[in-house]
């Protein structure tokens, strides 16, 4: 098992205890819509899991005029699209089973993207889920600004970074945002 796989599985174990322990997050959450940077198209996610659901935070965004959108698998191997969403609408699984957006929504190029993930640091390393969809994502999309969604106790000493992996800008979670350090 490489380190990486061992911190998986410690950080998905300890989200799970942390979903369970904070059972109002997600509303918390939301109430850091503002925090959010920028004033254009937003992507969000569909919880998965004891993944940080975003429902809430959907909901407050549009109550501030924010436009949203979210992920879909088309294949394993390329980038997230992204397809416009609201509250709401119909959703159906995409290629991975996850629920996204219907293909007649129109594709669109967000300016945010809140990821889930595992763990993160405070030199703005993520760790995912290890599918590598988000590397491959922020890749496709550089100038996206890449914001990290998770609980408070997700954070740990160091994210084990490789050359492919992109930092975020920022945090989410349920205590406030977290701004990236600047070097």
């Not at 919880?47 to 909901?59: F, N, R, S, W």
């Not at 992996?165 to 920022?170: K, T, V």
Request: charged content about 25%; hydrophobic content about 45%; some cysteine.
């Amino acid at each position: 098992m490489t380190s990486k796989d061992e911190m998986r599985a410690a950080a998905r174990a300890l989200r799970k205890r942390l979903a369970q322990a904070t059972p109002d997050a997600a509303e918390r959450l939301a109430g850091y819509a503002e925090a959010l940077p920028g004033r254009g198209l937003i992507a969000l996610y569909n919880a998965i899991g004891a993944e940080l659901d975003t429902g809430p935070l959907a909901q407050r965004l549009v109550f501030e005029g924010r436009d949203l959108c979210l992920p879909v698998v088309s294949e394993r191997d390329a980038p997230l699209s992204f397809r416009a969403w609201r509250p709401g609408e119909a959703l159906a699984p995409d290629a991975a089973g996850i629920l996204a957006p219907a293909p007649s929504a129109p594709l669109v190029i967000p300016e945010v993207i809140l990821t889930p993930l595992l763990a993160f640091d405070a030199e703005s390393g993520r760790l995912g889920q290890g599918g590598g969809y988000y590397d491959r994502t922020f890749a496709a999309y550089p100038e996206a600004v890449r914001i990290g969604v998770a609980y408070a106790g997700q954070r740990v000493d160091r994210v084990p970074m490789e050359p492919h992996d992109m930092p975020l800008h920022g945090v989410l979670t349920e205590t406030g945002y977290i701004p990236a350090r600047k070097g």
